[in-house]
């Protein structure tokens, strides 16, 4: 009997823990994306392009999101925001094919399984592939977002970008997990 | 204080302050310029740092990494002044800090907020700087860095030392300086002053003071000084001459003062000086002893306390004083103290300065009292000797009256017979009445000395009708007399003549009853003379020049009583006989 309320107490207790963390979670998830939103957006204010990439977008600076809409509307906040004198566009993607019409691409942890295709679709390609699964860098993807320390971090590949044409800013690089290929 | 010092130590204690102020002046300009660029120099090295800074973490803060930021802000430790460091975000909130000790005062989010502004600004001897870090447009945090300044204080606290002991030692090195410098300035400047006390102390103007012959101002100074004392010698000579000759011309103006005084003092007439408002100014001993006032009585009164009769004192005497320049010998009357009228014989004359401005009046007179006493008694006895001369004439005309009563009694009692007789008594009547007449008219006139001879002749033709009535009646006697006055002495003997003569022409000139005229005239001439001429318009005479040879009483009469007027005559034929004879008064 006595052993019983022991069990039950420890059951609950696990239980509210359980519960504790999910809502706990859940907060996070919510603030992750705003703060994935933010970091995409500075990005683009370390990243140079080479001259000749989407020679045709003009004062337009494209970034897509592919795969899942995890950012309910805290793209909203970074649309039509100006880079460099250039305009954020903010689009959604669905196709790989169009994934060459982006300056910055983000492509959702749901998009996990057509990673490789796309990263192999655009391994010629200056878009900087920005990923938030483990083993995206080393895949190919420029930047990837990680979870550390309840913090939104980020990994680059130097090289990749590097071979891409792209210049990342030392400052941002400084604050990155470098990650050689 | 200062003023009181020698030159030698006023030319240290100038040359001394002086280097002071400009050591001291000079230190501070260097010391505030030194911390003005110091200051300068640290706000724009700390804004430099602030936006390296924010350079260096505007990645962390649009990431959020908070460890690099860190990092870097930690890095400012290097730098020393640095006190605290904070990155905040661009909403004001601190987003990493660092603090070389622990904090004095943190930043509170409202002032964050407020001073997130580019800025800088001293507080608590502190330097703060803000700087907003902007990226792409964009703002995104800012930096604040918190800087000592206590490097500053010491560095100006070494400098004021510093600044100390050099301008200590420049003092001293310019005390000394000045000390030695001085010589060139004092030395002379002193020597210049014993010179001074010397000729003040010795009245010796024929001291010299030595000149450096430098040329510059000092020996101008001394030269100047010799000149001037040379100058002041000369005059000194002068005006001891001219002290001498002043000092006699005193004394002879007192001499002559005194020989003034002494005049006035013994003068026997008073004398008085008023001003032209009547005011007496002097009055000498005189005065005083006549009036029997004291000096202190009289000076500073009016006129009128003396001149009685003068009630207004600005009155005509005065005004006609002033006009004339002076007046002589005016009768006035002085008033003494005790109210005696004295009469005074009163001079006046106006007094003038040397511009010929009426000075005032100077007014003598002398005492008359004795001498209208005098007068008095003069004049009563001239009245006596007059009433007694009139009663002289009168016993003269009384007895003279007494023998013409004898001579008319001789002729008109019968005791004469002969008709000769009694005209020779007759005719000595006439001339004894004559005389009588003339003293009567004497005693009887207020003149003794003369008589008017015009009236006396009308009288005396009246006795002589009367006396000899027998011509009366066919000769007329016509007078013309001017106004002629004749002493006795004259009037006697004309008279005499004057009977002579008509009787004369009575007896000889109008025969046989013929009627005529017999004109007497006397008149004055000049010199004193007089001329009587008897006409008559008788038969005359052929040979008239006889007439004075004649033997007869009556024309040795007249001859005689002519001698005795010491005149002269002659008995000129004109249609009778005319005599004319010349005499003095």
């Not at chain 2, 009887?444 to 005396?460: H, R, T």
């Amino acid at each position: 009997m006595k052993k019983q309320k022991v069990f039950y107490f420890f059951s609950t207790l696990f239980t509210l823990l359980i519960l504790c963390s999910e809502i706990s979670a859940g907060k996070i998830t919510a603030r992750e994306y705003e703060i994935k939103a933010a970091y995409l957006y500075y990005f683009t204010k370390f990243i140079d392009w080479p001259s000749d990439f989407l020679p045709n977008s003009g004062n337009q600076l494209y970034m897509c999101i592919l795969g899942k809409d995890s950012f309910n509307s805290s793209l909203d906040t970074i649309e039509n925001k100006k880079v460099r004198n250039k305009r954020l566009i903010v689009r959604p993607v669905y196709d790989t094919d169009d994934t060459n019409m982006c300056h910055i691409l983000f492509i959702n942890h749901s998009e996990k399984m057509r990673i490789p295709a796309i990263l192999d679709k655009l391994k010629e390609s200056s878009v900087v592939t920005v990923g938030e699964m483990r083993g995206f860098t080393q895949n190919g993807g420029i930047i990837n977002f990680y979870i550390k320390n309840n913090k939104v971090r980020f990994q680059i590949n130097a090289d990749k970008a590097h071979n891409a044409g792209l210049r990342i800013s030392s400052e941002l690089l400084r604050l990155a997990d470098i990650v050689r290929e | 204080m200062i003023k009181n010092l020698s030159v030698k130590y006023k030319l240290i204690l100038i040359v001394t302050l002086t280097s002071g102020m400009a050591l001291i002046i000079g230190y501070a300009a260097f010391i505030t310029y030194d911390i003005m660029n110091y200051r300068s120099l640290r706000k724009s090295e700390v804004m430099s740092l602030a936006r390296i800074t924010g350079k260096n973490v505007r990645a962390s803060l649009l990431f959020d990494d908070k460890e690099f930021a860190h990092e870097i802000i930690t890095s400012l430790s290097a730098k020393i002044g640095v006190v605290s460091a904070y990155i905040l975000t661009k909403e004001g909130e601190i987003f990493t800090e660092y603090h070389r000790s622990s904090p004095k005062n943190s930043l509170s989010s409202p002032e964050l907020i407020r001073k997130l502004k580019e800025t800088s600004y001293y507080k608590d001897g502190d330097l703060n700087v803000f700087h907003r870090i902007i990226f792409d447009k964009e703002p995104v945090g800012a930096v604040f860095i918190r800087f000592s300044m206590n490097e500053q204080f010491l560095r100006l606290k070494k400098d004021v030392l510093t600044a100390f002991i050099i301008a200590s030692l420049s003092l001293l090195a310019a005390l000394i300086l000045s000390t030695r410098l001085r010589k060139t300035i004092s030395h002379p400047i002193l020597r210049l002053t014993g010179t001074v006390d010397r000729i003040l102390k010795e009245k010796d103007y024929s001291l010299r003071t030595e000149t450096p012959d430098t040329g510059d101002e000092i020996d101008v100074l001394a030269k100047g000084f010799n000149e001037m004392v040379e100058q002041i010698e000369e005059r000194e000579i002068e005006l001891k001459e001219l002290v001498n000759r002043l000092t006699d011309s005193v004394k002879e103006t007192s001499n002559t003062k005194k020989y003034v005084d002494n005049i006035i003092r013994s003068m026997m007439d008073t004398l008085i000086v008023i001003t032209l408002d009547g005011i007496i100014v002097t009055v000498n001993q005189a005065t005083l002893t006549l009036l029997n006032y004291k000096e202190n009585e009289l000076t500073g009164q009016e006129i009128p306390i003396i001149i009685q009769d003068e009630l207004n004192f600005k009155g005509a005497w005065i005004d006609d004083l002033i006009e004339k320049g002076s007046v002589e010998n005016i009768e006035k009357t002085y008033l003494s103290k005790d109210g005696r009228k004295i009469p005074v014989l009163f001079s006046g004359a106006v007094m003038y300065d040397d511009n010929d401005d009426v000075q005032g009046i100077v007014c003598v007179a002398r005492d008359m009292t004795d001498r209208k006493q005098a007068e008095e008694q003069m004049r009563e006895s001239l009245r006596e000797k007059e009433v007694l001369l009139k009663e002289i004439h009168h016993r003269v005309k009384n007895n003279l009256s007494s023998i013409l009563g004898l001579l008319y009694v001789a002729a008109n009692t019968g005791e004469v017979d002969d008709n000769n007789a009694i005209g020779l008594l007759v005719e000595s009547q006439n001339r004894i009445r004559s005389m009588a007449m003339i003293h009567e008219q004497l005693y009887e006139s207020d003149n003794l000395a003369k008589i008017d001879f015009g009236k006396y002749l009308n009288n005396f033709a009246e006795i002589l009708k009367q006396s000899y009535r027998d011509y009366k009646s066919r000769v007329t006697i016509e007078i013309e007399a001017t106004d002629i006055w004749l002493d006795i002495n004259k009037a006697v003997p004309c008279g005499l003549l004057i009977h002579e003569l008509v009787v004369n022409s009575f007896k000889h000139a109008f025969p046989e009853n013929r009627e005529g005229e017999i004109d007497i005239k006397v008149f004055s001439k000049h010199n004193n003379e007089f001329t009587l001429i008897v006409k008559d318009n008788g038969i005359g005479m052929d040979k008239v020049a006889n007439l004075q040879n004649a033997e007869s009483m009556g024309l040795q009469l007249i001859d005689g009583l002519v001698k005795q007027l010491a005149g002269e005559y002659e008995f000129i034929s004109d249609h009778g006989i005319m005599f004319q004879g010349n005499f003095k008064e």
